[in-house]
């Protein structure tokens, strides 16, 4: 057995293609696995460095036919997957995905989902509480699944963990966005539950999580570079940058969680620092006021504020993002501020005025916030194509 099983489980919606490319990554490979016949219900994903695959099933729909229906069909396949008696094709966990936001259908749900998967009757369930962006709903929707468990008690015993998760970046409005959230809890989880032989060591798993909070970082300070934008497109003096603050201080905190940073006393010492350092310091002025020397700038006051913001996020996403991943590491603490504020200056001195060129010159006369937000996105991933 070289891999794990990892049933995935829930109503159609419920967001099980956006959490499986969160734990896999968009490269994951779908692959054939199972009895002939059987795989036409199902798909099946699977990444070097990561013990399971995840066997992604048809979602159930609201119609009692459609659902009924589905319910069947996993049923079906379980039971042929069952008989083939192979280690394989043995489940070795269920992730009952149930939507945060539909907290009303909890009991519904899991009743469906314990009846779809009922052949396996002595296997771990992991539910994944999925578009978790209220968190002070959490607590409330744990109790309310606990409870549609407890009222099945041959389920009731499978159950190892109920854990809020936000797959990927959220975005609530044009400056707000709720972080991806409880992914490196789940791979954990899952992997502690695979058999002797399959799971990862401590090292190995730790090597791929660090690959998904890069990964999952990198779209978040995206997401964010957006809110810049937007907060940019106003016609502010540039001396005025650090009224992005807020969209700021909401990356920061958002890539700490991703890096598993506490909140504490030290932590916001640093986060402040941070910001300053990006904004109203000796480095960020010495920054913005290289715009002077940067030949011909032919767009609009709005637009260029809309660029300097974009890059100014863009470029302290970078910085905060290697800062928090060598914390996160062990090879530098929350108390070492002076070297984060250098990592955020050096980043100002040596790269803001080139990017704001790069950009410039890929704009066109009737660029929108979006379109604007999409070059800066190139430029800062090496892309050179010349965006019209």
Not at 346 to 372: M, P
């Amino acid at each position: 057995m070289n891999k794990g099983n990892v049933l995935v489980i829930g109503n159609s919606g419920v967001g099980k293609s956006t959490l499986i490319n969160s734990v896999l990554g968009e490269e994951r490979a779908e692959t054939s696995w199972g009895p002939v016949g059987t795989t036409r219900e199902l798909k099946l994903y699977e990444v070097d460095g990561v013990p399971f695959r995840l066997i992604d099933t048809v979602g159930f729909e609201p119609s009692f036919i459609k659902e009924l229906q589905a319910i069947n069909a996993v049923k079906k396949w379980s039971r042929e997957s069952a008989k083939t008696d192979h280690e394989d094709t043995v489940i070795n966990v269920i992730w009952f995905c149930v939507d945060g936001a539909a907290a009303k259908l909890f009991p519904k749900t899991i009743s469906n989902l314990s009846r779809a998967t009922g052949i396996w009757k002595s296997v771990p369930v992991v539910v994944v509480i999925t578009k978790s962006y209220s968190v002070p709903d959490r607590d409330r929707n744990i109790e309310m699944i606990n409870n549609a468990f407890a009222s099945q008690k041959a389920l009731s015993k499978n159950l190892i963990k109920i854990l809020p998760v936000v797959a990927s970046t959220f975005t609530l409005n044009d400056t707000a966005f709720a972080p991806p959230e409880g992914i490196s809890e789940l791979i954990d989880i899952t992997n502690e539950i695979m058999p002797e032989g399959v799971k990862c060591g401590v090292k190995d798993i730790a090597k791929f999580k660090l690959m998904r909070k890069r990964a999952l970082s990198q779209t978040l300070v995206g997401a964010a570079t957006v809110a810049g934008v937007v907060v940019g497109a106003v016609p502010i003096p540039f001396s005025d940058a650090v009224l992005l603050g807020s969209t700021e201080v909401a990356m920061f905190n958002a890539l700490a969680k991703i890096y598993e940073i506490n909140k504490d006393e030290e932590s916001k010492q640093l986060i402040n620092s941070i910001i300053e350092a990006g904004t109203v310091s000796m480095a960020a002025k010495t920054a913005l006021g290289s715009l002077k020397a940067i030949p011909v700038i032919n767009v609009a006051t709005s637009a260029l504020n809309a660029i300097v913001a974009g890059v100014i996020i863009a470029l302290l996403g970078e910085a905060s993002m290697y800062a928090f991943e060598q914390i996160y590491l062990g090879e530098k603490s929350v108390a070492d501020i002076d070297w984060a504020r250098k990592i955020i200056e050096l980043k100002f001195t040596s790269q803001f005025a080139e990017k704001i060129e790069l950009v410039l010159s890929r704009i066109a006369d009737n660029s929108d916030k979006h379109a604007i937000a999409k070059i800066i996105a190139d430029v800062f991933n090496g892309n050179s194509r010349k965006v019209d």
